[in-house]
């Protein structure tokens, strides 16, 4: 007996357990994507026109790739559904390149553990600009150059530093870029002409001398040195310029880690700049978050010129990075220097941690300085993803329906014979605990039970026996692989 003759037989097109992951669940995304939510989901995803820091530790499977795909959806439908001003929503998912880049200038032959306490929250804070700067400037560039919104002087200074520093994308070479950029956000301040332009004065007079000099055949005054002192003394004012880019743009690339941007781009695209728009101006030449909130603080009033009224950021797959692999250490290492309550309640800037449950466990052996300066018991904290038997249910039965093309539409509770009560169901499906755990199981379940019979002789309810024997496999197999005993 084939699994689509089942589906079939109930009106279902397609298997609504044969994806496991949310990211590619087509389901999900159709019908579950904006009503099925977490009973904690209110205090997670909160006011949009509010952003707010939220913790969540979930394991895997429990559901936080799906929270973050529900977040995305409705700050869209925020920003789509009014006057209100939307949410920049920062996507901080991936920390591969960032990493990458990291262990290459800290060190590549040291131990990977050693490496990662060195990471710091200004790692964080250049690596959420890069993402918040690089993502905003695209937006710039491909909207029609009449919706621009209009900034003022400052801010276009302020966003040409941030993307010379920040802008990470690779679609175009960098100083293209940039310069379509001040284009389009009408930063045309040129740097101080006089310079360049007494060096080349110079250069021209000393070039026709010598020519004057060597058609009349005085070409004595060559041997004098004072000439040549003059020349070098015109270039100086353009030469000590350019040493000093190229010194504030060797100490900015060194104190950004995980940044992309090499001394020579960023050394000209900074003397491109009037000095007077750079100085006193933060730079991340320390390795300090200092001047980083103040950037943050620069990029938020860009945001605001631009109709946003807040943003967020939003942390998920910290334990994929291969560097990372799972190790509960290594996130710790990583995740730890975030865990800072000024910048988690930095004003008009929200974080929604979705975290690996194992994390849970160092910080109820954490001390008194980190509960501190963390404040966990203000960061709207969910310590376990958990989820019922009952709403396990209720994600299997609207998936169910989701993927049914029969009126009436099919239920779970359809799938099973009389011998299976709804309390025996709920009592079972609570002990595979998550969403992802409840799809496999139900897909094991299915292709148990049709294997277990014929097309000729089909049967097309589940019996309590095939239930109960497939549950306590599956079970079994659950706990061995949360021990690391057995791949599942």
């Known amino acids: 007996m084939k699994i689509q003759d089942f589906l079939e037989h109930h009106g279902i097109a397609g298997n609504p357990f044969a994806e496991e992951e949310a990211q590619n669940d087509a389901v999900f995304k159709r019908s579950c994507l904006e009503t099925t939510f977490h009973p904690a989901w209110d205090k997670i995803f909160g006011d949009p026109s509010e952003p707010?820091?939220?913790i969540v530790f979930g394991e895997k499977g429990a559901g936080k790739t799906a929270l973050k795909l529900q977040m995305l959806r409705q700050y869209q439908a925020h920003a789509d559904s009014g006057p209100e001003a939307a949410t920049f929503v920062v996507l901080y998912d991936d920390f591969n390149p960032f990493l990458d880049r990291f262990v290459s200038r800290v060190g590549l032959s040291r131990p990977v553990e050693r490496v990662l306490s060195q990471w710091k929250l200004w790692d964080h804070m250049d690596a959420i600009l890069a993402l918040g700067v690089t993502q905003l400037v695209d937006r710039l560039l491909t909207m029609p150059a009449r919706d621009v919104p209009t900034l003022s002087a400052s801010q276009s200074r302020d966003l040409a530093v941030l993307a010379a520093c920040y802008d990470q994308s690779t679609a175009e070479p960098f100083p293209k870029r940039w310069r379509q950029l001040r284009q389009r956000i009408g930063y045309r301040r040129p740097a101080g002409l006089w310079p360049l332009a007494l060096g080349i004065l110079a250069t021209v007079v000393m070039a026709a001398a010598l020519l004057y000099s060597g058609k009349q055949g005085t070409l004595s005054w060559t041997s004098l040195w004072w000439p040549w002192i003059l020349l070098v003394g015109a270039w100086l004012p353009w030469g000590w310029r350019r040493l000093r880019s190229l010194w504030r743009s060797l100490r900015i690339v060194r104190s950004m880690r995980t940044g992309n941007r090499t001394i020579g781009q960023l050394s000209r695209a900074l003397a491109r700049m009037?000095?007077?728009?750079?100085?006193?101006?933060?730079?991340p030449q320390l390795p300090r978050s200092d001047d980083r909130y103040e950037l943050f603080t620069k990029l938020q009033s860009v945001l605001g010129a631009c109709g946003y009224g807040g943003m967020v950021v939003i942390v998920d797959r910290l334990d994929e990075?291969?560097?990372i692999n799972g190790s509960a250490e290594r996130m710790r290492q990583v995740i730890w220097p975030i865990l800072d309550n000024k910048f988690l309640k930095s004003p008009g800037l929200g974080f929604k941690l979705l975290l690996p449950v194992e994390l849970y466990r160092f910080i109820e052996r954490e001390d008194e300085a980190f509960n501190q300066r963390a404040r966990l018991d203000k960061?709207?904290?969910?310590?376990?993803l958990e989820w019922s038997g009952e709403t396990l249910y209720d994600i299997a039965s609207m998936r169910v329906q989701a993927a049914s093309v029969g009126e009436p539409p099919a239920t779970l509770a359809a799938f099973f014979?009389?011998?299976v009560d709804k309390r025996r169901l709920l009592d079972g499906l609570r002990t595979?605990?998550?969403?992802?755990q409840l799809f496999k199981f139900l897909y094991r379940l299915l292709v148990s039970h049709?294997?277990?019979h014929t097309s000729e002789q089909p049967?097309?309810?589940?019996?309590i026996e095939r239930f109960d024997s497939v549950l306590a496999v599956y079970c079994r197999d659950q706990d061995a692989f949360d021990r690391g005993l057995a791949p599942r």
């Open 459 to 463: 049967v097309y309810q589940i019996p």
């Open 432 to 436: 595979v605990r998550v969403p992802r």
């Open 379 to 384: 960061q709207n904290l969910v310590p376990s």
């Open 321 to 323: 990075p291969h560097l």
């Open 52 to 54: 707010s820091t939220s």
């Open 274 to 283: 009037p000095e007077v728009d750079l100085a006193g101006q933060p730079l």
């Open 417 to 419: 014979d009389d011998s």
């Open 450 to 452: 049709c294997h277990a």
